[in-house]
């Protein structure tokens, strides 16, 4: 017989013996498990290529992928609206022909930065969540930011006489393009340093917005809870919610009339 102390070195050993063999175990298992997420991940990039037909599922909105960019695509929705999510954020669907050819047309510049505008601007309201485009107490149909006719500016309906010169590589440029929207973000309160509403800029908008859909049901209130995970900007900003959009009807008018009425 083993004397003690013998023994409990022969059980030690035997206890080293079987964690050493687990590891391996454990560790083959991690790798299976990060490479099924790596090849879902891989699947869904490769259905949702440019052209794909999709539904947006935190909005519902049905639309095509017109962009893919790194991680993320970008879809042009039925409304006129695009806005950027990951491929787990969209499910394949199937759109009319006119439906198709509404998200594919070529647009032009105002159009295609109204669309932008439409897509990225989400503003947080009390308990609700107000897209650029929403519908006021009244009834009536706004958008918090129009873009001029001829592409060259951009202003904000709920500030009188306060507007932006909209970049010259807007367009062609993303980077460009993600810095002006930034600006109208921290403008409107959506994304400020601080979080909670920014400054007394964005609070004057905040109010504004609240009184103009004050009692309003549906149009522009969008779900609290954006489906994407909350995305950081570059320079340390808050964190910027899912880009959302709502249904409204005549999603390309972008006419002199609607802008009036928005600044009523």
Known sequence: ALAPEAAEEASEEDDSVSDAAAEPAAEKASKESDAESD????????????????????????????????????????????????????KETTLA???????????????????????AIV??????????????????KRRQFVCSDDGRVVRCTLSSGTSWTVPGRVRTDGNVCKAFLLKLKKHCGQCSPGGGGGGGVAKKHIAELAHLTAAATGGGAVADEPAA????????????????????????????????????
């Open 97 to 119: 022909a006119d439906e198709v050819a509404l998200c594919t047309r070529e647009l032009s510049l105002p159009l295609w930065i109204q669309g932008r505008l439409d897509g």
């Open 39 to 90: 090849a879902d991940e891989s699947a869904a990039d490769q259905v949702f290529a440019v052209g794909a037909q999709v539904v947006v599922l935190n909005s519902k909105e049905r639309g095509v992928v017109t962009q893919v960019t790194g991680v993320w695509r970008e879809v042009t929705t039925t409304t006129g609206a695009v806005v950027t999510v990951y491929p787990k954020e969209l």
């Open 229 to 264: 995970a909350d995305r950081g900007t570059e320079d340390g900003e808050a964190a910027e919610p899912a880009p959302e959009a709502v249904l409204v009807e005549d999603p390309f008018a972008v006419s002199d009339g609607e802008d009036d009425a928005s600044l009523s």
């Open 123 to 140: 503003v947080p309201c009390g308990d609700r969540k107000v897209a650029n485009r929403f519908t006021a107490a009244d009834g009536s």
